[in-house]
């Protein structure tokens, strides 16, 4: 029986919201069962999890591209449906200059790359609600690295092989293509059974995205399906693939793979052992150099802190990593990137004058219910910050070209008296002595401590007192000075980004206090401090409303 049988079946391709190809059969789903036709017996029908199924065995004469022609019209409808929820929704909360999605929820950045003279960042996006369901790509350009201009919903999970989520990847710029490489995400069954491929698309010249299929359709043994998240890059000789996967002991692990063409891929091995245990999973691997030193990022999962306020067990981590002459990987020193709240799953990508510069997502895993859902929206991305390797130490410092973002630069004496900001998008920069605490985003009921307690040699970030939901309220840094220290705290409407003794730490927050709350004091100190009002240029990373 052909593929057109079940979509006329199924009440035609208008009805058809998704396909799946287990094993042996095709299914489709259906938006409406009433328009479904009357269906003969070895057609199978029923609801799996609210959804209404269509399913029967694939024929020979069912290709991978009769799959693809019905793929290519669900993305058709499924852009056209959310092109309904394109329209930045009003909110106290969002952003000015940070990066957030017009409605539902962001979460990764993707295929972070410079290609063709211009930087290219996509994001992880569901569209219709503040819940991490069936993933899109969405595709913003920049020429500045500080003006975003929204291009295209680039990628929807269309096709039998990434139903459930076009979930994360990188993107390679080769011989003047860009190739989008991400995880296909697809869920089988009653069980929800989790199916994993690594895909890749190519990037059109009208910013749609040409699905090209599974590069790797099958798991490598001794891994479960959580195998995702890939990142290539060319290293000795030939094309890599790196994977966060999970062991099937639950143990997280990086996967290699090779390739010389790109195209076709071969299991090299897992790595990590040198540092184990160390959490259940790995998500979003990186990996690059500063400075001849190559280095290692990724999101484990599972890593427990001795610290009773730190109870969120995704985390984000650098090491050094080497590789020797046999191609393989040993790790080596590792460091937390950011110790606020919120920061995962970070991208990087070499700047056209050769900066390493990287771009987080300003929100975790479990988290989905903040003020912002209230209309709408959640999550956001982070400052894009250059990364060094400085002194033995990562060091990091939010990008040059923010400083574009500067409207007035005045100078401030902060007391405990305070001052009203009249903003919440600004950059201060202040060096304050042990003891003091500096009160942020406040009115006479909310704010944000920024604490240096001297008893405990700790920077404490407190948000207990804001209109959060969901997430720790405390995060505390050791700090290993006697001396004064100083800050450098990017605000934006609802977050604050603190760069410690000029990047050598970093502390991220989503912090939600009421509009008005705009001002600042300081506590058991007096400072200057070098205050600039940042300009709004959020605006054009949202589609242009016809
Ligand atoms: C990390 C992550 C990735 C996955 C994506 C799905 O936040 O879980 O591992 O590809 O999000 O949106």
Redesign the pocket.
Known sequence: MSLQFLIELAGGVDNISRILAPEGRVVVAVRDAKQVLPTPDFVVEESVLGEWQLSMPRCNSISDEDLATLGRLIAKQQKAIAQNYLKPTDCPYRPQWHISPPQGLL??PNGFIFHNGEYHLFY?WYPYACE?KD?YWVLLKSQDLVNWNWQSIALTPSDWFDSH?V??GHAVSHEGELLLFY?GNTRLGHDRKRQTMQCVARLNADNSAEKLGPIIRSLPEGVTEHF??PKILFRQDKWHMLL?AQTTDLQGRLAVYHSNDLMHWSFDSLYGDDIAPFGYMW??PDMFELNGKLFFVF?PQGIKSQNPNHTIEHQNRIFNIEQDNQGRFHFGDGWQLDAGFDF??PQTMETEDGRRVMVG?MGL?DEVDQPSCDNGWIHQFTALRELKWYGGRIVQSPIRELAELRESQTILSLDEHGIDLATKSYELNVTLPWGSALKLMSDEKFGVLLELDKAQGVLRFDRTNTEIRQGDVVRELSLDTEKDVHLQILADSSSLEVFINHGEHVMTGRVFTPASATHIALNGACANAEFAALKSVVASTFAPMQ
């Open positions: 979460n990764d992880q991490h993933k989520g979930f994360s995880t995702r998240d966060g998500e979003c999101g995962y799953a997502w895993p």
